[in-house]
Nanobody
C-alpha cells in the first residue's frame, strides 16, 4: 500500500505564510516527480508547483515569486513554502507523486488526501 501523508494546512491571514509537508511511504520507489495541486471551491484542480528528482521546478503563474517547492529525496518528501498568501490561495492542497511500483512494477501515480488552506482575515 502506498500513502502520501500531508500536513501543514490551516487558517492564515492575508500576507501570512504556511509550509505544507508531504511524505510518501509504501511500495513506491524512484519517485521522479512530486508536486502540489490545489482545488478551490467550485473550481477544477490545478497545478500549484512540481519538482523533479533532479530539482527542476515548475510553478503556476499565480504563485510564482510567492511559493517555493522543495524535496528531500532520501525521505521521499516534498514541501511547499507559501508566503504572501492571498484569499484566492484558499483551496484544498493535494500532494502528488509519480514513480515506480516496487511490487507490481510499472509506473505509479499517487495522491494525498488533501489539506485545507484558508486565507482570511
Amino acid at each position: 500500500q502506498v500513502q502520501l501523508v500531508e500536513s501543514g494546512g490551516g487558517l492564515v491571514q492575508p500576507g501570512g505564510s504556511l509550509r505544507l509537508s508531504c511524505a510518501a511511504s509504501g511500495s513506491i520507489v524512484n519517485i521522479y516527480l512530486m508536486g502540489w495541486y490545489r482545488q478551490a471551491p467550485g473550481k477544477q484542480r490545478e497545478l500549484a508547483a512540481t519538482i523533479t528528482s533532479g530539482g527542476g521546478t515548475r510553478y503556476a503563474d499565480s504563485v510564482k515569486g510567492r511559493f517555493t517547492i522543495s524535496r528531500d529525496n532520501a525521505k521521499n518528501a516534498v514541501y511547499l513554502q507559501m508566503n504572501s498568501l492571498k484569499p484566492e490561495d484558499t483551496a484544498i492542497y493535494y500532494c502528488n507523486a509519480v514513480g515506480s511500483d516496487q511490487i507490481k512494477g510499472g509506473s505509479l501515480e499517487v495522491w494525498g488526501q488533501g489539506t485545507l488552506v484558508t486565507v482570511s482575515s
